[in-house]
């Protein structure tokens, strides 16, 4: 943004950009949806801002109410995936094989702000 002078105005006007740029990937199709949670394994994945942990607790408490053989792995399990350079890029370059692992049908992952 750079600042313009106008002598018409008495404040300064200021030019604006577009700050969105152009798509770097197109969208993929989504996997499909599971027709129940009934005996599946549900994954807490969470990027340790905001209030995540806190969430998955509601949520994990709202899924129980409908689904009562539902397992879940919380999101120690699977690391910090937006913490220090290192510890993100091997939480996120491992986390395929992690949910393997511990058998995951379905995940919730919390980014928060």
Known sequence: MTKTTAHTHSEPRYEVVWPLGHRARQSAPLAPRL???DGKT???VW???FKGDAMFRIFEDAIRERYHDVTFVDHPEFGNIHGTAAEE???VELLGERLAHKGVDAAIVGVGA
């Open 89 to 91: 890029h091997e939480a």
């Open 47 to 49: 990027n340790h801002v």
């Open 35 to 37: 027709d129940t949670l």
């Open 42 to 44: 549900i994954a807490f």
